[in-house]
């Protein structure tokens, strides 16, 4: 086989790697595709590919985030991590473990560790690599990569929200709020909230938004109760997708172009937290994108429909 096909088997893995390390698509893509270019620009074939490119990739990731958090922190409202609408990696052995890592709730867990503990944290805890992989990815002794990996672990635990682990319920519950929200019955989207709900707004600072953190379900109802109305008068689409592996949708103009996706994180049978991305920045990825400003005006001024 050669490097070129060793490297698109492995570039799924690398990639899940990357974006789980980064909480970005495009930084992912930058760093998988700066992985190739260093495993082809190789004189002599290593033992392992596989071993190669998770190094590489690991650590392009680990020097990126590093120079990003300064950025994170001057951002302009809440930062939340570029939506995923499919994880090109699959194994049925780690099924549980993909899936759980990518939500947003994990990534934003995954935010408050260092780089270097991320990184093994994802390794490990993700994708199983044993210790002495870990140690020679990171760079690292195998005993300080246990150390980083407790430590992970711990921060992890302690912040990590107990959500509704039958995916059945979840999609249930997501599925009449999506109806809900189609059908503008805000009493019925009310009637889902958790008493303690958050919404949670990623504009960036370059497209519409309410409070960039809006709690309680009298509050998050209220802006429901504008917000909704909006959508059906500008005759928007909401597209129910899975976004990081937890349920929620995609809000398109009338003429299909992305506006801002949503996801739902469900506990206790109802909403507990709304994570909406209205950055255009975060949004390219999956799709040609509508002016939200414009959308916006149309709405307003568009009379209500009729009943």
Same mark, same amino acid.
């Given at each position: &086989?050669?490097?070129?096909?060793?490297?698109?088997?492995?570039?799924?893995?690398?990639?899940?790697?990357?974006?789980?390390?980064?909480?970005?698509?495009?930084?992912?893509?930058?760093? *998988?595709?700066?992985?190739? &270019?260093?495993?082809?620009?190789?004189?002599?074939?290593?033992?392992?590919?596989? +071993?190669?490119?998770?190094?590489?990739?690991?650590?392009?990731?680990?020097?990126?985030?590093?120079?990003?958090?300064?950025?994170?922190?001057?951002?302009?409202?809440?930062?939340?991590? %570029? @939506? /995923?609408?499919?994880?090109?990696? %699959?194994?049925?052995?780690?099924?549980?473990? /993909?899936?759980?890592?990518?939500?947003?709730?994990?990534?934003?867990?995954?935010?408050?560790?260092?780089? !270097?503990?991320?990184? *093994?944290?994802?390794?490990?805890?993700?994708?199983? =690599?044993?210790?002495?992989?870990?140690?020679?990815?990171?760079?690292?002794?195998?005993?300080?990569?246990?150390?980083?990996?407790? $430590?992970?672990?711990?921060? &992890?635990?302690?912040?990590?929200?107990? =959500?509704?682990?039958?995916?059945?319920?979840?999609? %249930?519950?997501?599925?009449?709020? =999506?109806? +809900?929200?189609?059908?503008?019955?805000?009493?019925?989207?009310?009637?889902?909230?958790?008493?303690?709900?958050? &919404?949670?707004?990623?504009?960036?600072?370059?497209?519409?938004?309410?409070?960039?953190?809006?709690?309680?379900?009298?509050?998050?109802?209220?802006?429901?109760?504008? =917000?909704? @109305?909006?959508?059906?008068?500008?005759?928007?689409?909401?597209?129910?997708?899975?976004?990081?592996?937890?349920?929620?949708?995609? /809000?398109?103009?009338?003429?299909?172009?992305?506006?801002?996706?949503?996801?739902?994180?469900?506990?206790?049978?109802?909403?507990?937290?709304?994570?909406?991305?209205?950055? @255009?920045?975060? /949004?390219?990825?999956?799709?040609?994108?509508?002016?939200?400003?414009?959308? !916006? $005006?149309?709405?307003?001024?568009?009379?209500?429909?009729?009943?």
């Amino acid at each position: &086989m050669g490097k070129a096909e060793e490297f698109e088997e492995l570039r799924p893995l690398l990639f899940s790697i990357a974006y789980r390390i980064l909480g970005s698509v495009s930084e992912a893509e930058d760093a *998988v595709q700066e992985s190739w &270019m260093r495993y082809q620009a190789t004189t002599t074939r290593p033992a392992s590919a596989k +071993a190669f490119l998770s190094t590489v990739v690991t650590r392009l990731s680990i020097d990126v985030l590093r120079s990003a958090r300064v950025r994170r922190e001057e951002y302009v409202g809440p930062w939340l991590p %570029e @939506p /995923l609408l499919t994880d090109p990696y %699959e194994d049925p052995a780690r099924a549980a473990e /993909l899936a759980d890592s990518l939500s947003t709730a994990a990534l934003l867990l995954l935010e408050r560790l260092s780089p !270097l503990e991320r990184a *093994v944290f994802v390794l490990r805890e993700v994708f199983a =690599f044993d210790f002495p992989a870990i140690a020679a990815t990171v760079g690292r002794s195998e005993a300080a990569c246990h150390q980083l990996a407790v $430590r992970a672990r711990r921060h &992890m635990g302690a912040g990590r929200a107990r =959500f509704e682990a039958d995916r059945k319920d979840r999609e %249930e519950l997501a599925g009449r709020f =999506f109806d +809900a929200f189609r059908e503008g019955d805000v009493d019925a989207l009310t009637e889902l909230l958790a008493a303690d709900v958050q &919404m949670i707004g990623d504009s960036g600072g370059k497209a519409p938004r309410f409070q960039p953190v809006i709690s309680g379900a009298e509050r998050v109802a209220g802006v429901l109760a504008v =917000f909704v @109305p909006l959508v059906i008068r500008g005759a928007g689409v909401v597209e129910p997708r899975q976004v990081n592996g937890q349920p929620g949708a995609i /809000l398109r103009d009338r003429e299909g172009h992305v506006l801002s996706t949503w996801t739902l994180d469900v506990r206790d049978g109802r909403l507990q937290t709304i994570h909406t991305v209205n950055n @255009p920045d975060k /949004l390219s990825h999956i799709g040609p994108l509508a002016d939200a400003w414009q959308a !916006l $005006r149309e709405a307003t001024a568009a009379p209500p429909p009729e009943h």
